[in-house]
Every structure is written in structure tokens, then in C-alpha cells.
């Protein structure tokens, strides 16, 4: 069902948010209502204690919320800054540890899991710290990685065996370069600390790449679920055949719970969907959540891209030499350890549903409206280039 429809006119989309946030409450997959519906979902496991660092953030609270339907409990481990924006309701079923990865791991010392999912990896001492600290009380470790660790991206088909980044070249000047390299190598050598704690047979990596849904703490994906919803222009970038690939957050959450589970250990790519999609077939699916009236734009010129810059709007990127793999990455090992996937429409409805829920604020709703480097504030402009042309 559509609840809102997004528009830029600063009184409408008060008036809408309002309504949007008297009337509609977070719907979205809530477990127990999930749980009467389809019958209880317990694991085959028994029910397992599992310890997130981190868990208030984006993937964090849908792993929460898969667990508990499954019947585990869950800890999780944080400075206690970050608030979790949607399953609030869950957390008083949650133990919640305060600490800090940098320098206060006391919360965990003494304590025992039967696993642990490092969603807050962001420094290679820090999962060496924990994972070293939980060796020994801990079943598995289950390393929340990302398939930067291939950047950059020359080869497409990157399977788990593929070698990653490691280190960084020399003479990287350019900024967001050397951060793309760096977060990379970060994951990639994290990855490894967590196996060299836990041995192989003990952990488990999951390589997302681009994570949508309910709780995104970026604005990448809004775009389409807003203006799709709304009809009307929508831009369409990138050549004909150029693949995306993209994962709902939820599946990466009940993927990483299930592989805990069933004791699954090893190197997962996160990647949807599950067969080829081109930036095309991914719009118009995403439309299929809507009924609104849509005149695509195909703004298929390299050329004029580039001229533009205009050369990202998730999922889709520009095919340049270092970003040619980046979304063809290999799925099959993990669709063979039992990733799936829902329905694009789903991801998008319900991104949408999120969008305009109490979950988001109205303060994040009017800054995105006003980003001057959004697509809906630059398409109008681009839009007449292109005609122009
Ligand atoms: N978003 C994507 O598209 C994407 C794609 C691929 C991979 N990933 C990976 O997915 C993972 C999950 O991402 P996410 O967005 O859910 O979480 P995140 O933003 O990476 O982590 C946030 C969580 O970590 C906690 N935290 C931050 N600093 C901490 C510290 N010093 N000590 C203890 N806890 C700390 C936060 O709570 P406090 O602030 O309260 O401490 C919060 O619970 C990340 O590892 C990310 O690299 C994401």
C-alpha cells in the first residue's frame, strides 16, 4: 500500500509528513505479527546466545529482530551513542553492554556466546582486540566485511578465492581514491585478524555490497522509491546493459543468523540479486511497487555523463576500468549457503513505508529534500541538457 507521496514543495511535505507520522506507525515485518502469520520460525539450532558489536545501526537491528523471532537471545556492544531507529520496540528484550572498541572492551571480559557478529568493525586492531578477548568463550566469529575488499574493481566475476586489497600503492593523490583504498584494506585485513583469532572453521565473513531498506542511515536509494512513487520524470543512468547489484539489508541479517546457525563457517559474497539485473530491468521492477504515471529518461551518453559528473546513482555506476567488477561479484557460493532474496518491489516498498514512517525524521526528510546533489534537484537541469543534446 502507498502511503505518501513525496513531494518537493516544502508546505505539501509537511503536511504529508505529518500525516504520515500521526497516522502510520513502523509497520514493516514486525516479528511477532511475522511469527502468528507464518508459525513460529524457531531455528533448527536450539536457541543460541549471540553477541552483536554494534547492533543499533542499520543491519544491526535487523539481526536483532531475526534472532529474537528464532528464538535467541541476544547482547549487544556499544558506546551507547547510536540509537536504533526502527525494531525500538525490541530492545528491551536485548542485553545491551557499554563500552568502546578503542580502548574499554571490560563488558565482554568473562562473558561467554556461542557466536559473535562484528557489524562495528571499523579498525584492524579493533577485531583483533575483540576476537583475540572472545577466542575462547566465543563458538564463532561472524565479520561483517564488504566487497570493497576487491577494490579496485578491474575483474568482474570476483569469487570468494579472489585475491583482495592488501595494502596501498604509492602515489595515490586523489582523496576519495585513497579512502576507497583504505576502507578496503581495512576490511579486507579485519577479515583476516578474525580468522587468525578463530581459525577458519570458527568464522565466518559476509561481503555485502550495497545494503538498501528500512533504516539506511545514507540517502543512496531514496531517489527511486521517492520519485517512483511520485511518477513523473525519472532519470534513468547508464547504458542499456549495465548491471547493478544491490542486497536488501534484511537478507544479509537473516543470511549471517542462519549461517550461525547451521555452523556454516567461511567467506561469503552479500551480493543480489540472485541473477543478472541491468539498471533498466532494476527501475522498472522498482516501479512495480507503484502505480504512479513515470516518463523514463535514458541518459545512456558516457560522454554526456561524464560532462555531467554524474557518474554514481546506487546501484548503478559508471563501467570505468576501476569500477568494471564492481557489480558483477559472484553470488553463487553464497546462494549455495542459502542467501535469498526478496522481491525488488518489496525492498522498495517497503524502503518506501520507512521513508515516510516515524523512523526518519523530519529534520533527515527536509535535508535530503534540500541536497542541492541530489538527483531530484539536479534532474531538471540535466533533463533539459539532455534534450538539448
Ligand atoms: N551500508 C552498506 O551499504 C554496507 C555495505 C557493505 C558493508 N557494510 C558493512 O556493514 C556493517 C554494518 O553497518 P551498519 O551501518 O549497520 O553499522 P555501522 O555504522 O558500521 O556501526 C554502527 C554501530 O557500531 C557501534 N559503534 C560505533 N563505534 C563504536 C565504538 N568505538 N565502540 C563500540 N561500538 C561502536 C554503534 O553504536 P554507538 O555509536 O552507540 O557506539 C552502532 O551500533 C559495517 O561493518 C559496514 O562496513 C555496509
Known sequence: MQKSTYTSSRR??????????ASIPFLIQSPNAMAQMIGEQKSKSGPLQILILGGTSFLGPHQIAYAL??????????????????????FDQVEQLIGDREDNLEALKGRSWDAVIDNSGRR???????????????????????????????????TEAKDVVRSMPDQIEDESERRNYEYGIMKANSESEAIKSFGAERTIVVRPTFMTGPADRTDRFVYWSTQLSKGGDIVIPGREMDPVQFIDVRDIAEFMVRLIEEKTSGIFNGVGPASPM??????????????????????????????????????WVM??????????????????????FRPLAQTINDTHEW???????????????????????????????WRKK
Open 69 to 90: 523471532e528464532r528464538g535467541h537471545k541476544v547482547t549487544t556492544f556499544t558506546r551507547g551513542k547510536t540509537k536504533p531507529t526502527v525494531h525500538t520496540e525490541l
Open 278 to 315: 541491468t539498471i533498466r530491468a532494476f527501475v522498472h521492477g522498482a516501479h512495480a511497487a507503484f502505480n504512479s504515471p513515470v516518463n523514463y529518461i535514458y541518459m545512456d551518453d558516457y560522454d554526456f555523463l561524464d560532462k555531467n559528473e554524474f557518474s554514481f546513482q546506487a546501484p
Open 319 to 340: 563501467d570505468r576500468p576501476k569500477y568494471h567488477g564492481i557489480s558483477r561479484v559472484d553470488n553463487s557460493k553464497a546462494i549455495e549457503a542459502g542467501l535469498t
Open 124 to 158: 584492524v586492531h579493533w577485531t583483533k582486540a575483540t576476537s583475540e578477548l572472545l577466542k575462547d568463550n566465543v563458538g564463532i566469529y561472524a565479520y561483517t566485511s564488504t566487497v570493497s575488499v576487491f577494490y579496485p574493481y578491474y575483474k568482474s566475476g570476483a
Open 355 to 385: 521513508w515516510y514512517s516515524d523512523a526518519v525524521s523530519n529534520e533527515r526528510r527536509q535535508a535530503y529534500i534540500e541536497n542541492a546533489q541530489a538527483l531530484h534537484n539536479r534532474q531538471e537541469r540535466l533533463i533539459n541538457a
Open 12 to 21: 505539501k511535505f509537511i503536511q504529508n509528513s505529518a500525516l504520515a507520522t
